[in-house]
């Protein structure tokens, strides 16, 4: 197993448990960080061919929550109707 480097750590604590994209240097290639047991869950959840609806509900929440809309601040958007966004 290979030691994290401390910007990867710093960067992981940061995302608070949301995967984080890396590149790599010499190949510009992008991968992506997850927790191991994310990633055997995310595993599992592939080979069982996908997720439920009630998994997709929470996952899609999970998201969210991660990103921010769960911020007071965000209220308003749920106040304007669709076609008031100018």
């Known amino acids: 197993m290979i030691a994290l ?11 608070g448990g949301a995967p984080v994209r890396v590149e790599d240097p010499e190949t510009h290639a992008e991968n992506i960080v997850v927790a191991a047991d994310e990633f055997e869950s995310l595993s599992r959840a592939s080979a069982a061919g996908g997720f439920s609806d009630a998994e997709q509900d929470y996952l899609l929440a999970e998201a969210a929550r991660r990103a921010g809309w769960d911020d007071p601040e ?5 106040d304007l109707s669709p076609g008031s966004i100018a």
């Open 74 to 78: 965000m209220e308003i958007y749920s």
């Open 5 to 15: 480097p401390k910007e990867l750590q710093q960067a992981l604590q940061a995302a």
